[in-house]
């Protein structure tokens, strides 16, 4: 007995043939300014704030917060950075910025998960939310802040940066 040859589901082939009818589909595009403002201003504004509660005499008495301006850099580069690269590819089709607004801020929550790298023992765990909560607002905020900067591109309609 033979095993009968797969069938190609017809949903698929329909989806795919729509879509090519529909032609190209218009996409955000944002400039290295954008990105700058959009990634960048946060975490410098965030490593600002670390900075400034570092100086405060009556913080001092629970230990030194200036390792944790090296978790927030940390957290910029090795999370903030790839993710925020990803979220730009990935949703370039979503024309709705909003909704890329929340894709930031779900990014700035994850710097928080940076701490685990500095050890799981005593209290560091619980600087999750201090950390992941301010940095998602804050990129929330530069993605917000980037929004004039950012661009519609429609297909078939002349580029605006060639003219």
Not at 44 to 64: H, K, R, T, Y
Not at 99 to 121: D, F, I, N, P, R
Not at 144 to 160: F, K
Request: proline share 9%; hydrophobic share 55%; net charge positive.
């Amino acid at each position: 007995m033979t095993t009968p040859a797969p069938v190609k589901s017809t949903a698929r082939a329909r989806r795919a043939a729509q879509r090519a009818a529909a032609g190209p589909r218009p996409r955000l595009r944002m400039g290295l300014n954008g990105f700058l403002v959009a990634w960048l201003a946060p975490n410098l504004v965030m490593a600002a704030i670390v900075a400034a509660l570092s100086l405060i005499p009556g913080l001092q008495e629970f230990g030194s917060l200036t390792p944790l301006l090296s978790v927030v850099g940390i957290a910029g580069l090795v999370v903030g950075l790839p993710l925020c690269l990803l979220v730009n590819v990935a949703f370039r089709h979503v024309t709705n910025q909003w909704v890329h607004v929340l894709a930031y801020a779900l990014v700035g929550m994850l710097y928080g998960l940076v701490v685990l790298t500095q050890g799981a023992g005593g209290v560091l765990p619980m600087l999750i939310p201090v950390i992941g909560f301010p940095a998602g607002v804050l990129m929330g905020l530069g993605r917000m802040a980037a929004r004039p900067l950012v661009d519609v591109v429609t297909p078939g309609a002349e580029d605006p940066a060639a003219a």
